[in-house]
Nanobody, 120 residues
Framework: QVQLVESGGGLVQPGGSLRLSCAAS????????MGWYRQAPGKQREFVAG???????NTADSVKGRFTISRDNAKNTVYLQMNSLKPEDTAVYYC??????????????WGQGTQVTVSS
């Protein structure tokens, strides 16, 4: 089991920045992939950024160059630094932890979500 607690969302003006945090209930080294997803009203949840236990990262094209995923292993926490925010970044952001039991079988754990609103 993995419990995830997100924080850091809020209201920000276009061009502004926010940093989201996701605290995991166990060591990040025991979690194969940590990631951030988002869901805007009326849309499907989409991948934003991910990081493996070996610290390899992947970022969606829509946020590349603006968003950065990072981790603090001592705090079991993953961050999403969001810069140059746009109104289309408005969504509920979810933290995800993926744990593989075999190369083909995994389980996803989700946080409760944190609202990010970009508006003037």
């Amino acid at each position: 089991q993995v419990q995830l607690v997100e924080s850091g969302g809020g209201l920000v003006q276009p061009g502004g920045s926010l940093r989201l945090s996701c605290a995991a209930s166990r060591s990040l080294f025991s979690i194969d992939v940590m990631g951030w997803y988002r869901q805007a009203p009326g849309k499907q949840r989409e991948f934003v950024a991910g990081m493996t236990s070996g610290s390899s990262t992947n970022t969606a094209d829509s946020v590349k160059g603006r968003f950065t995923i990072s981790r603090d292993n001592a705090k079991n926490t993953v961050y999403l630094q969001m810069n140059s925010l746009k109104p289309e970044d408005t969504a509920v952001y979810y933290c995800n932890a993926r744990v593989y039991s075999t190369p083909q079988v995994f389980k996803d754990y989700w946080g409760q979500g944190t609202q990010v609103t970009v508006s003037s």
